[in-house]
T-cell receptor, first 112, second 113 residues
C-alpha cells in the first residue's frame, strides 16, 4: 500500500517541544522527509533521513525512524510561533525518482 | 541561487477551458516533477521529467499532460478543465546526483469556475 498517515492537529505552548508523528506502510522506502508549508506558500524541506539511519539531528530538529514499526517522528525543540504551519512527512521508494508519497499533513499551532 | 520559479502564481479559468502552467527549475537541476494539492486528496504526484523525457506518471486522466524543454524548464497543461481541477499545482526540481531531495516552488493556484 501507499498510505502515509499523520495526526491532523497538534497544539503546543511556545518554548515547549513538539513531536509530530507519521506512519508509513511500505518497508521498501529509501528516503523519508519532513516538509513544512506555511499559508499560501509551497513546501519547504526541513530535513530528510535515509532508511538505514535511526536518527538525524539538525539544530532544533530531531528525526527518529523506527523501521520495524514503520514510524517516523519529527521533534522540534523550543517551539516558536514561527513554527506554526502544516508539516508533511513523505516517503520515496527509489534512489533516483521524484515520486514522493505524502502524508495528510499535521497542522501545528503554537500559542504563547 | 534562484529557487524554483512557477508562473503564473494565481489564475482563474472556467470549466471546459485549458490551462498551461510553467516551471523554471533551479539552475543545474535536470529533474522536474509536478504535484497537485487539494484539500480532499492532499498532495498527489502528477509526473516527472528528466532530460525532456517523462520518467513517471501519477494516476491522473489524460487531460493532464506535461513536457520538459532542453533548458530543463517544464510546462504542464490541463485540458477541458473541471471544477475538481481547482488546486495548488506545485513544481519541484532535483539535482541528478546526491540525495533524493526535491526543492519546491511556491505553486500556481488554479481556480476553476
Amino acid at each position: 500500500g501507499e498510505d502515509v498517515e499523520q495526526s491532523l492537529f497538534l497544539s503546543v505552548r511556545e518554548g515547549d517541544s513538539s513531536v509530530i508523528n507519521c506512519t508509513y506502510t511500505d518497508s521498501s522506502s529509501t528516503y523519508l522527509y519532513w516538509y513544512k508549508q506555511e499559508p499560501g506558500a509551497g513546501l519547504q524541506l526541513l530535513t530528510y533521513i535515509f532508511s538505514n539511519m535511526d536518527m538525524k539531528q539538525d539544530q532544533r530538529l530531531t528525526v527518529l525512524l523506527n523501521k520495524k514499526d514503520k514510524h517516523l517522528s519529527l521533534r522540534i525543540a523550543d517551539t516558536q510561533t514561527g513554527d506554526s504551519a502544516i508539516y508533511f512527512c513523505a516517503e520515496s521508494k527509489g534512489y533516483n525518482t521524484d515520486k514522493l508519497i505524502f502524508g495528510t499533513g499535521t497542522r501545528l499551532q503554537v500559542f504563547p | 541561487k534562484a529557487g524554483v520559479t512557477q508562473t503564473p502564481r494565481y489564475l482563474i479559468k472556467t470549466r471546459g477551458q485549458q490551462v498551461t502552467l510553467s516551471c523554471s527549475p533551479i539552475s543545474g537541476h535536470r529533474s522536474v516533477s509536478w504535484y497537485q494539492q487539494t484539500p480532499g486528496q492532499g498532495l498527489q504526484f502528477l509526473f516527472e521529467y528528466f532530460s525532456e523525457t517523462q520518467r513517471n506518471k501519477g494516476n491522473f486522466p489524460g487531460r493532464f499532460s506535461g513536457r520538459q524543454f532542453s533548458n530543463s524548464r517544464s510546462e504542464m497543461n490541463v485540458s477541458t478543465l473541471e471544477l475538481g481541477d481547482s488546486a495548488l499545482y506545485l513544481c519541484a526540481s532535483r539535482t541528478s546526483s546526491g540525495a533524493n531531495v526535491l526543492t519546491f516552488g511556491a505553486g500556481s493556484r488554479l481556480t476553476v469556475l
